[in-house]
């Protein structure tokens, strides 16, 4: 891949904060994208679950709670859950200093400018196409599993505390998904430790993008993050409490997001839906933008190991339910987005037409 973006990056935040009453046309959707042209905005909620619960001494209430979670799996590929173990002090901390990393002069951030071979560092596009129509926001990205390739000095400097608090946060995060994967996996029928080990057992991959959305003078025009399933594992969002922005696709219906105080969202991606052979599945999310107000959120990305071949748990497929999808590395499957931008569910949806095709 090309080391260097296609055409000079332009930070949105610098373009929010320049007084603009129209956006460029970079960011402008085509018209069946856009958020105000679609009438089946709903607002409503995805499931909200106790974790804790899920540990309960009380079987009926254990089991009951296993059994919501792998609905919404199945049902919504979206939950939120509270009593998850981690500090809320810390999430609201976490939220606060990258907040405080955006708001630093412009000069002070381009030095952590990424580029698309890792993307690791402060960026503003995803995908290389010449030419593409834009997202209106601002991200930084980092590495934090395997240790190997975490490397806290890429990370922000200052504020004084970001780095400390990112490796706190990782830590928590990562321990929360990994109660989460015993749950599917146990869910799935699989052995507690079945998706873990197929993500390469304590050898999986984490990384942490921290979502900057500036207020935007014409938000009925583009999004700040176009529809797409995520391409990892299992996304843990740290989402804006304020500001509702998140959107998931149910029934042909966009959902915006409301989120509960100090819960995290949680997202089944590609990768779990191809161990699960599409029990369960990734979904369709994109984010809308704000006229008054602008959004900080954090997304942990629960990932198998870059060089481990995944592909349907064997314990899954049989005679009537055969592999819908090839084996694949998740290094071989992340380029797609990485080289052509948030796309729906196309490329998920492509490796499973190409594997039945090869059947028939």
């Avoid at 505390?161 to 146990?186: P, Q």
Wanted: charged share 25%; net charge neutral; hydrophobic share 35%.
């Amino acid at each position: 891949m090309n080391c260097i973006w296609p055409e000079p990056v332009v930070r949105v935040q610098s373009l929010s904060e320049s007084g603009i009453r129209k956006i460029p046309d970079r960011y402008v959707k085509p018209p069946s994208h856009r958020p105000s042209l679609n009438h089946n905005a709903v607002v409503s909620n995805i499931p909200v679950i106790d974790l804790a619960e899920a540990f309960s001494h009380d079987a009926a209430v254990r089991s009951e709670t296993m059994r919501r979670l792998s609905s919404a799996c199945k049902d919504w590929g979206f939950f939120q859950v509270v009593n998850h173990g981690v500090d809320v002090e810390l999430m609201r901390n976490i939220r606060e200093i990258w907040r405080e990393f955006f708001d630093l002069p412009l000069d002070s951030k381009q030095q952590y400018a990424n580029d698309p071979v890792s993307y690791e560092g402060y960026g503003s596009r995803l995908g290389v196409e010449k030419g593409a129509t834009l997202d209106w926001s601002d991200y930084f990205f980092l590495h934090y599993l395997p240790a190997k390739l975490r490397n806290p000095g890429k990370w922000p400097q200052f504020p004084e505390t970001c780095r400390d608090l990112v490796g706190e946060y990782g830590k928590e995060v990562s321990k929360l998904g990994g109660k989460l994967m015993k749950i599917f996996s146990s869910n799935l029928g699989l052995q507690e430790d079945g998706l873990q080990d197929a993500f390469g057992g304590e050898e999986f991959g984490g990384c942490l993008r921290v979502n900057f959305y500036p207020k935007c003078p014409q938000p009925d025009l583009t999004l700040g993050l176009s529809s797409h399933s995520d391409p990892g594992g299992m996304t843990i969002l740290l989402p804006d409490e304020n500001v509702a922005g998140l959107q998931v696709r149910k029934a042909g219906n966009w959902v915006t997001v409301k989120p509960v105080p100090s819960a995290f969202i949680i997202n089944i991606g590609d990768q779990i839906q191809v161990l699960s052979n599409a029990i369960y599945k990734s979904v369709e999310h994109r984010v809308i933008v704000n006229s008054a107000k602008d959004r900080v959120s954090l997304a942990f990305f629960y990932n198998p190991r870059g060089d481990l071949l995944i592909g349907p748990s064997k314990e899954l497929v049989k005679p009537d339910q055969p592999a819908l999808y090839p084996s694949m590395t998740f290094n071989e499957y992340r380029l797609f987005i990485r080289t052509k931008g948030p796309c729906g569910k196309a490329q998920v949806e492509s490796i499973k037409s190409s594997s039945i095709s090869s059947r028939n």
